[in-house]
């Protein structure tokens, strides 16, 4: 049998860097329907929440700030990535894909003001 050879410990941080973003928008997305399911009566979602937000809704909104933070680690790495000579064409490809979904949640969030404290 051959021996795979071990990522280059370039490819090996940004992997785990991706992972990190993935769960933490991930978190952020459940965390925001359980907020609205479960926190918020019917009545108030469908009357557009009269008596305010749920408290619970602010932290959820902490979560897109970290995001954003790991997609900046992940854009870096990722310039990193396609700096060495030890992947491939496909593997930079890959990566720089899930840079773009990385930046564009980010950018979608901030199209819906979901950024933050702005509504």
Same mark, same amino acid.
């Given at each position: 049998?051959?021996?795979?050879?071990?990522?280059?410990?370039?490819?090996?941080?940004?992997?785990?860097?991706?992972?990190?973003?993935?769960?933490?928008?991930?978190?952020?997305?459940?965390?925001?329907?359980?907020?609205?399911?479960?926190?918020?009566?019917?009545?108030?979602?469908?009357?557009?929440?009269?008596?305010?937000?749920?408290?619970?809704? !602010?932290?959820?909104? #902490?979560?897109?700030?970290?995001?954003?933070?790991? %997609?900046?680690?992940?854009? &870096?790495?990722? @310039? =990193?990535?396609?700096?060495?000579?030890?992947?491939?064409?496909?593997?930079?490809? !890959?990566?720089?894909? #899930?840079?773009?979904?990385?930046?564009?949640?980010? %950018?979608?969030?901030?199209? &819906?003001?979901? @950024? =933050?404290?702005?509504?």
């Amino acid at each position: 049998m051959l021996a795979r050879r071990a990522p280059p410990a370039g490819l090996r941080r940004l992997l785990v860097a991706e992972r990190w973003m993935s769960a933490v928008n991930r978190v952020y997305v459940l965390g925001l329907i359980v907020v609205m399911v479960v926190l918020v009566p019917r009545h108030e979602l469908l009357a557009g929440c009269p008596y305010g937000l749920p408290r619970a809704i !602010y932290l959820v909104q #902490i979560i897109p700030f970290f995001s954003i933070a790991l %997609a900046e680690i992940v854009f &870096w790495r990722c @310039i =990193g990535l396609w700096r060495e000579a030890a992947v491939g064409w496909w593997s930079r490809c !890959y990566h720089l894909g #899930i840079v773009l979904c990385g930046a564009g949640f980010v %950018a979608f969030l901030g199209y &819906w003001k979901h @950024i =933050g404290y702005m509504f």
